[in-house]
């Protein structure tokens, strides 16, 4: 499956994103997603997560309740609103497909199987 995520830019601090994450090539409500984020000189981490059918959705710590992972199966499409952002929050987004993902957590980057591109969002304070 391809991924390509979009959306990301400058914001100050206390606005709000949209990331959007388009996939294509395979069935895509076969796949868990998930967002992940790299800043500068860190490791890459978790951010959020949804299972196949978006009955399920889980967080990190840094993000639950300010964004929220939600997906369209019939547009192929998973997204992540970004709401009170931080100037922590600045990093590179991925989002990437786990093959199934059944009985997983959906928060160990190793276990995913397809990598989008990356999109950058800077917040500003």
């Known amino acids: 499956v391809q991924l390509q995520a979009f959306g990301g830019g400058l914001v100050q601090a206390g606005g709000s994103l949209r990331l959007s994450c388009a996939a294509s090539?395979?069935?895509?409500?076969?796949?868990?997603m998930g967002w992940f984020r790299q800043a500068p000189g860190k490791e890459r981490e978790f951010v959020a997560a949804?299972?196949?059918?978006?009955?399920?959705?889980y967080y990190a710590d840094s993000v639950k309740g300010r964004f929220t992972i939600s997906r369209d199966n019939a547009k192929n499409t998973v997204y992540l609103q970004m709401n009170s952002l931080k100037p922590e929050d600045t990093a590179v987004y991925y989002c990437?497909?786990?093959?199934?993902?059944?009985?997983?957590?959906?928060?160990?980057?190793?276990?995913?199987?397809?990598w989008g591109q990356g999109t950058l969002v800077t917040v500003s304070s």
């Open positions: 090539g395979r069935t895509f409500s076969n796949y868990g």
């Open positions: 949804i299972n196949w059918s978006g009955g399920t959705t």
């Open positions: 990437a497909a786990i093959d199934g993902g059944y009985g997983s957590s959906l928060r160990n980057l190793y276990e995913y199987d397809y």
